[in-house]
């Protein structure tokens, strides 16, 4: 019989921009850094007394000014007791004014010869006594006014309310958290380094990073802080990076963040991810020669963090 002629390959029309020609590219190698992007500014605000919450005037994501009320305890029973140390004071001040008065009479007398001197040391006990008195009264009156004062919940500085933990009716007790105040403004990436790359550290080093969220987007810091301490259970070091541009910081916090730290480079070819094709644990490339696709294999190497190849 008379043989089939063989088919043609299928022909595969290819422009300019679906090719890439490769060449050597600088790779950073330095420590990965992961960890969050949290304010430097925070403030958790508690409760400084015991009471009743009455109103909240602020909720989640709302701006503050510093100053603004955010949240008002009960305070009967401590308008009550402000209004005892001060009618305390007044009686603690007309009682040393009267021994006071006394003492000077006496001295008039006794330089008359008329009173005893053991009679004006009693009444300078007297007036000394009354004068401690009324210095107790003065401190209850203050510190009776700063309890009142406390049932005030004002924001610390110019920022967000990060959340609420208080409702209208809640009790709180002293010590119980109310509300988080963040400054949107102050972020930094709070990371976490391996303790055996710590050698590799040094303040001013620049860091390339992704955010959870904003898809391929790179950012850019350098290093602010390195603690001094290892924590001894993940044997990591907690690395403060400070962004390049604050104002391209996001103003959430809590975002996961990854990157490296710009410690060192190495020349390598380098792929972008869309090139590659994995299958299971291996990965191939189409690579186009004499006129033909070609799929080969290839074991891939580390990530760079900047470019994401």
């Known amino acids: 019989p008379a043989a089939t002629p063989a088919a043609d390959p299928p022909?595969?029309?290819?422009?300019?921009?679906?090719?890439?020609?490769?060449?050597?590219?600088?790779?950073?190698?330095?420590?990965?850094?992961?960890?969050?992007v949290q304010p430097a500014r925070r403030a958790?605000?508690?409760?400084?007394?015991?009471?009743?919450?009455?109103?909240?005037?602020?909720?989640?994501?709302?701006?503050?000014?510093a100053g603004d009320l955010l949240l008002k305890l009960d305070d009967t029973s401590l308008r009550d007791g402000l209004a005892s140390a001060e009618e305390a004071l007044r009686a603690a001040t007309q009682g040393y004014a009267q021994a006071e008065r006394t003492v000077e009479r006496l001295k008039t007398l006794q330089a008359q010869g008329m009173?005893?001197?053991?009679?004006?040391?009693?009444?300078?006990?007297?007036?000394?006594?009354?004068?401690?008195?009324?210095?107790?009264?003065?401190?209850r009156v203050v510190s009776a006014r700063q309890q009142l004062q406390r049932t005030l919940v004002r924001a610390p500085f110019d920022g967000v309310v990060s959340e609420r933990r208080a409702s209208t009716g809640d009790t709180a007790q002293v010590g119980k958290e109310l509300m988080k105040v963040i400054d949107p403004r102050s972020m930094r990436f709070e990371g976490l380094v391996s303790a055996d790359r710590l050698g590799e550290l040094q303040l001013g080093?620049?860091?390339?990073?992704?955010?959870?969220g904003f898809g391929d987007a790179a950012f850019e810091g350098r290093i602010a802080r390195i603690d001094a301490a290892v924590n001894a259970a993940t044997r990591q070091v907690a690395v403060m990076v400070a962004f390049a541009d604050p104002a391209a910081a996001p103003r959430v916090a809590g975002l996961f963040a990854e990157g490296r730290i710009d410690s060192g480079d190495a020349q390598a070819l380098t792929l972008p991810e869309g090139a590659i094709?994995?299958?299971?644990?291996?990965?191939?490339?189409?690579?186009?020669?004499?006129?033909?696709?070609?799929?080969?294999?290839v074991r891939l190497g580390e990530r760079d963090p900047r470019s994401g190849e």
């Open 44 to 65: 958790d605000l508690r409760a400084e007394v015991g009471a009743v919450v009455v109103q909240v005037l602020k909720d989640n994501g709302e701006a503050v000014r």
């Open 205 to 212: 080093q620049a860091v390339s990073f992704r955010i959870n």
């Open 11 to 36: 022909v595969l029309l290819l422009a300019p921009e679906d090719l890439r020609t490769l060449a050597p590219a600088r790779l950073a190698l330095g420590p990965v850094i992961t960890g969050s």
């Open 115 to 139: 009173t005893s001197t053991q009679a004006l040391e009693d009444a300078e006990v007297r007036r000394n006594g009354a004068q401690s008195e009324l210095a107790a009264a003065r401190a």
């Open 277 to 297: 094709v994995r299958a299971g644990e291996l990965a191939h490339v189409w690579r186009v020669g004499d006129g033909r696709l070609q799929k080969v294999a």
